[in-house]
């Protein structure tokens, strides 16, 4: 009885959980106000002066045109939320504090010294 069931029902009923499931997740993206998807900001500014490395208006998502390569010598970019910018598309100090590490030949890396977002630091350094 139950075999024939799911013969008979199971594509639909596997079919209602598919769009139910793919609507929570749409409905969440609604829910919070903005896409759910990672943004990667660039730092524009010079990798030798630790207050720049800080300064949040030095952080945006126009592309930098440098190789962001995790070398972790000079900073170059950062993974974040879209909610941790501003309406310029630029770091919000508020939601992401940083600070500058110094690397070797005088270069800084980004650090997060505070703010209130629960985005991982993740930067993308370069050599």
Request: charged share 15%; with cysteine; aromatic share 8%.
């Given at each position: 009885m139950l075999t024939k069931f799911l013969n008979n029902y199971g594509y639909m009923i596997l079919g209602g959980a598919m769009i139910i499931g793919f609507s929570a997740f749409k409905g969440a993206e609604a829910y919070a106000g903005k896409s759910l998807a990672p943004v990667t900001i660039y730092f524009h500014g010079d990798p030798k002066d630790a207050n720049?490395?800080?300064?949040?208006?030095?952080?945006?998502?126009?592309?930098?045109?440098?190789?962001?390569?995790?070398?972790?010598?000079?900073?170059?970019?950062?993974?974040?939320?879209?909610?941790?910018?501003?309406?310029?598309?630029?770091?919000?100090?508020?939601?992401?504090?940083?600070?500058?590490?110094?690397?070797?030949?005088?270069?800084?890396?980004?650090?997060?010294?505070?703010?209130?977002?629960?985005?991982?630091?993740?930067?993308?350094?370069?050599?």
């Amino acid at each position: 009885m139950l075999t024939k069931f799911l013969n008979n029902y199971g594509y639909m009923i596997l079919g209602g959980a598919m769009i139910i499931g793919f609507s929570a997740f749409k409905g969440a993206e609604a829910y919070a106000g903005k896409s759910l998807a990672p943004v990667t900001i660039y730092f524009h500014g010079d990798p030798k002066d630790a207050n720049q490395v800080k300064d949040a208006s030095l952080w945006n998502t126009t592309s930098n045109d440098e190789d962001c390569n995790s070398a972790n010598v000079m900073a170059c970019s950062q993974v974040v939320d879209e909610s941790d910018l501003n309406s310029s598309d630029q770091l919000n100090p508020a939601k992401i504090q940083l600070g500058a590490t110094a690397t070797s030949g005088g270069n800084h890396i980004p650090s997060r010294t505070g703010g209130s977002s629960s985005t991982p630091f993740t930067p993308i350094n370069r050599g």
